[in-house]
């Protein structure tokens, strides 16, 4: 059974990553699976929170939400409900995290990095653009710091970081998937790897069913090919000048 | 003195219009004047809220953010501080009763237009850019509504509608203020027009200063031949076809 | 066609100013505006909010709400809710905005005044008898501060502020408008201005319909002389001697 | 030791009881107990809570809440805090319980009763003069209901209630604390009684100190007399024909 | 008409206390009365809240909250809701005053003791059984703060503390309801007394109903009787040694 | 290097499992591993959410929370900062996915399922004890269900569910971590599995390092192993009688 948007099964979705978005941060990247975008903004403050003051180690951390309008039907504005929902928590839990695996927090030095992940349209695969977009705000961010002559050491990037969704669909295990193949699979699973093959964070969800071990294999051998491709979008992407004037 | 952006006391910053932003809305644009962007949505809903039920009259509300990352300084997320703030509130207020002066609800029959106006980069007019943004995409809604058959009525939009800021900086009358001047202006007035010039709302500030009915005279001028300025661009810009497929 | 409690279009309603109401804040007044009835309290701390401390200014901020029985209705209580309203932000906005026009913060030195206007009893223009009054409040709260010696500079008031609402109701420009008018009025605006008649704030909001620049100029025409009007009984009231013992 | 008020040990302060205050709930009462003065409202609505309907019982619930320019020290608006405080939330539920033993809700038929008591003033015993007050709207809240034909039962009020405070302060039983008395308490205990001398509502509390059976002996006379004097004042206050139009 | 559970009417339900049920707190303590449990726990922190410092005095507080799975019904989460309720607001203050009645706050030191009492059952009475449990508590955590020399004085605790509820049921004054005759008691009093048969706390409250000073006196004559017994149970509890390794 | 609590690397540590912990709740169980200890609810209600309703499908959710003398230090109550945190929204998402894999949602019929897991001692594995606790609590809760014939089909769990957490330590692959090595753990993974050795969900991250493939697969299969050793000691405890009454 073909896939609906004519992908072979370890296939990504276009990808697209866009420097330099915004003009205040020091990074931003519009970054796009498919039809999945994402702004990624990653912003610099001198000075970390109060409980880290005069440790030497730098900070970063991680907010992921989503436009209202992003959505297939308009979800409610999180900020109106007055809480946060727990998927928004978690994937914002998860970014930071994924993110801080690259970094190397004595070296940053005692600046924090805030990445913002904002949806602007979903569909399907949001969390795993968030990071790798993520992780090239955060290059662009550091080169800026460096620049600046902030950082405690000039290389406090140890490894870059890309992450892609796998899943279960009709039977076949099958890479980056749109809201229509994510919405029924029966198996999801997010791995986020950095370029060496190393793994950050596996995550591998049975919907409603269970699946074994060589199925968890199979997934792990695409979802790796995947964020190697990815891998080098990213640095294809960082290799170009800074577009229009540095922020 | 001379602005520092080199324009003319009574001159527009660099306006763009861009429809079909986004796939999922009705309608969805993204605006510019100069550096501030917003992404304005329009959400089609059947049917209407409860205390409405029944009248036959449709409902039309708008809800104003600002991504952390699109001001000088990245500011807190209200989602994450568990309330929407003062100004957040009154902006919302103001583009929906705006864009409200524009439709007629009976002719709309009971469906609801939410209007989402997200500020992914702010210099200066972001509620202005707001409601002349909002105005092209409820446009589109209303096509888009049209279209399908769901409109009581199919001309609901008795005018169109374009807002621009006003102020007094350096002593002088100035149109479209960017952050700089804006900032340190002793007047700030923003102004909501309709196309044939009449006004739907004033609203004039003095900031730790107080101006006299010949200044709120000199800025009306000029606010309201820069609302015919943009009502020209939002009518070229609706000229244009649909870009891609249709939501 | 007669307003229906027989006033000319350019008539106030009968205005109370009672100074002294409470005992414990610096300034506390009574103001009516017809069945309108605000209590507006002055209440003076030493020192200033963190961000503003060291900076030798002073600062002056209010909040607004309405009695849940002050309504024709009654209506739910915001602490209960757990949120202030958009409509309630609005307005404490406006009137702390109204009055730090006629107060120098420098000559303030560092001290704080809160105004508390609480709406006792709604029948229209609450926002307006709010700011008319609280600038009693903040004269007698100026004239305590003296006595106890904590200004900076003995004269920070550098004007007086009064605030009266306008509005076309049944085709006719009609001044400080009781609920059972603003409800029914298609534009509806206020002004605040000083005693020398310059303008400190200007709202004016067609209500489902649009106004054009002659109505604007009338109803500045009628606000100005309602806000003179309301300067001349805010003089009479502050030539009494305060009421009762001073707090 | 003399009180600092002059006052005998058993004595009430000056008692005042204003009917009618505001226009629109169906009771509006202004009670002082000296220095303390606090608006109680009664508003009444057809039906009850969903809880309760088809039950035939009506319901009547009660809130309490402070000016913040009510105490001598300004004290933060809680809708501002976003959250209703404990002490708030305490006497609001002893409100209502207190009123509750009063009306027999099966003669109310499924109408709603709700008592506000808001405390313009406070100097002690603000939750005993708002029980005293709040039984007053009560009354004329039930007369309005009765002239209305909206009662199951013309004669649900099967009893008065008032209620007072009485502490031990410098050794002595005393009644009717002012702050100054109440906050130097060792003993504190508010008693709401009926105009037959049963009891509603006793809470007696040693602040830091222990108390024995005979003080809580002695608390009792005191307060069940200073009742039974509130009750003949509040009869007294009820004999006089409505002030002004009915609501 | 007998007891459902057949104990005489001045008898407690069967009691049980056991110490050190948690490793981590100072004091932890599982207290039943009959069906009803609930854990107690008593922590300990170096210095007091910012408003305390330097006075000195140390500080006792209390928070009380009941497991979603403890009620007949499962009750919501109040974390979930976000907010916490009028009850439990209630208790949690009465709790908290209970206990500082038997410590001298300066024999304490500038150290906190928090107290958490945790519902794991509810049968009637959990407001007197978390009181009694916490007092238990409350005395290991002294002796663990007494055997690390943490207090300014070796003997901060003055009396112990015990508590009951008592009530008219079936026309009858009954000691320790559960909620079977809770439910529908006519009157409803809680009592906390000291070992020494002072009171700390009594309240009593006319459920729908009125009670006379004799009723009045009947409850109090039933509930101390029941608070000496209380006592005895503690004071056997406490005479063990501790179970297991001290915190 | 040993571990400090004696144990082989591939060791659970001791287990309890206890049922009928609680009256009310269809199951309740008290589960411990080691020192962690978690007291997991199952509570029926009869019906499904709204947006469920007439499906013919029941509803199982889950909400995990700790008391806050669970910890080494004590921590805030959720309730009282009045949001729940990122961290308790995550597991309690996490524990309602993994039960539903268990369970035939329209063999459940028109019923909701709710878990509470509470934890009452942190030290470390809070969350895989909770789930392999809350399976045992669901078994009785079904028991109950089919015993008062209100099952759509009389077996509606295809599987029963145990979790376990493992991790790299000292440079080992090690099973069932304590607080202790949990905070010090290179890696830390939860896996949860089926009877039948099927996945439900794999969650491993990296704490600040990353991991091979070979590592990931020395961790399934020792949490694996612990998982089937869950299976049997869940058995065990459900092959007893249930004790005491029923609920």
Redesign the interface.
């Known amino acids: 059974m073909a896939r609906s948007d004519g992908r072979a099964d370890d296939e990504l979705r276009d990808i697209s990553i866009t420097r330099g978005f ?4 020091a990074g ?1 990247v519009l970054v796009s699976f498919g ?1 999945t975008t994402v ?1 990624c ?1 990653a ?1 610099v ?1 001198e000075g970390v929170p109060r409980w880290r003051q005069g440790s030497g180690l730098g900070w970063l951390t991680a ?1 992921y ?1 989503m ?8 979800s409610d ?14 994937i ?2 998860l970014v930071g ?1 994924a993110l ?2 690259a970094i190397d927090l004595r070296a940053l030095g005692e600046n924090t990095i ?1 990445l ?1 992940c ?1 949806v ?2 979903a569909d399907g695969g949001t969390r795993t653009a968030a990071i790798t977009g993520a992780y090239v705000a955060l290059a662009d961010a550091v080169t800026w710091l460096r620049a600046h002559k902030r950082l405690a050491d000039p290389q406090p990037l140890s ?1 870059s970081i890309a992450a892609v969704s796998v899943g279960v669909v009709d039977g076949r295990v099958r890479l980056d998937l749109p809201y229509e193949e994510d919405s029924r699979a029966e198996v999801d699973m997010n791995v986020v790897a ?1 370029d060496t093959g ?9 919907e ?6 060589a199925t ?1 294999d199979a997934m ?1 051998d695409s979802a ?1 090919a995947g964020c190697a491709h990815l891998t080098e979008l990213q640095n294809a992407a960082l290799a170009e000048p800074y577009p229009g004037e540095l922020p």
Chains 1, 2, 3, 4, 5, 6 share one sequence.
């Not at 436009?67 to 039907?73: E, V």
């Not at 190393?198 to 049975?206: A, D, F, H, W």
């Open positions: 915004q003009q205040h941060p931003s039809q702004l903004a912003s403050t907010e939400a436009l209202p309008s992003a959505t297939h039907t308009r504005r999180e900020s109106v409900k007055g809480r946060v929902g727990g998927r928004t928590h978690e914002s839990r995290r801080r695996a805030q913002d904002d602007l349209q490894c950095t190393t793994l950050v964070e596996v995550q591998g969800t049975g409603g069913a269970t699946y074994t071990r968890l792990l790796l």
